[in-house]
């Protein structure tokens, strides 16, 4: 990798920050695409944030970062401009600083999850969704699924109450599209998503039983590691085609590309 004076600087700003993967995967994109920029990983922990954000903003070579644990909320207080997807779910993961020196913040864990089913050629408009959970990651794909004009969206979440909540603000801002809270993983279905943490660990089980599942429901995880998660596994087993957790990060890290050009 060629570094000189014109190269641009990007950031990942995270604590911890040494498991992440996005620095290869975007250095090696950079490569691919002969661009001269960089992403480098910066240890900062939450005190030091506003600090090295005002840093970030003196600095014109530097182009923009992605914001990782555990700054996506904490975030929000420094940014001049924020897309609606940031408002909407209150967290940030990517910044860009313009030419002069304002910083933006955009939130593409839902966009990318959309861009991950795209690259590998599925589409949501107008199909029945079901979501399991409703965290950070999850909110922001129940989102981009409405603002892609699926036709019904069921959520489910051990903590009912946040699913709830969740709900309330979708069928506000989405009265066209049938939303509702189940804990039936129906046989219709055309699409069903893992979106919370279960399925980290090689003992978990699936959420919700999947003995329902249709073999043409497409069955998708957001988790990266394992590869093949619970969810999964029984999918596979039930004959459905699975869409792995790793095209949502390749998805957001082409648009955080597109995003802090
Ligand atoms: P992220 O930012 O990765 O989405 P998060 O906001 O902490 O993380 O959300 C984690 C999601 O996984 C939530 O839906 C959470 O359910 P609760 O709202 O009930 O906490 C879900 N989750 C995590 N561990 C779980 C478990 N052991 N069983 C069921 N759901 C779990």
């Known amino acids: ?104 913040g955009e939130l593409l864990d839902g966009k990318g999850f959309i861009q ?21 990651a999850a909110s922001a794909i129940a989102f981009a699924l409405c603002e892609n004009k699926i036709q019904k969206l069921s959520i489910f979440n051990r903590t009912k109450s946040k699913a709830m909540k969740l709900i309330d603000k979708l069928t506000k801002a989405y009265p066209n599209i049938d939303i509702s809270y189940s804990d039936n993983v129906s046989n219709d279905l055309n699409i069903l998503i893992n979106g919370t943490s279960v399925g980290m660990k090689e003992s978990d089980k699936p959420l919700l039983s999947l003995s329902n599942l249709n073999s043409n429901t497409l069955v998708a995880d957001i988790i990266i590691s394992p590869e093949m998660t619970c969810t999964l596994k029984q999918a596979t087993q039930k004959g459905c085609q699975i869409h792995k957790g790793i095209a949502m990060l390749e998805g957001q890290i082409k648009l955080m590309n597109e995003f802090m050009n």
């Open 1 to 104: 990798m060629k570094i000189d004076g014109k190269t641009k600087i990007y950031g990942i700003l995270g604590d911890p920050i040494k498991q992440v993967a996005t620095p290869e995967l975007m250095n090696s994109i950079f490569k691919k695409n002969g661009e001269n920029k960089v992403l480098i990983p910066f240890h900062v922990n939450q005190v030091s944030l506003e600090l090295t954000i005002q840093g970030l903003k003196k600095i014109q070579n530097f182009k923009g970062a992605v914001i990782t644990m555990p700054h996506k909320v904490e975030i929000l207080k420094y940014l001049d401009e924020t897309s609606d997807e940031v408002k909407m779910i209150g967290a940030c993961n990517v910044i860009k600083r313009t030419p002069e020196g304002i910083i933006k």
């Open 116 to 136: 991950g089913l795209k690259s590998n050629n599925h589409f949501v408009e107008s199909k029945r969704v079901f979501l399991l959970g409703c965290g950070g």
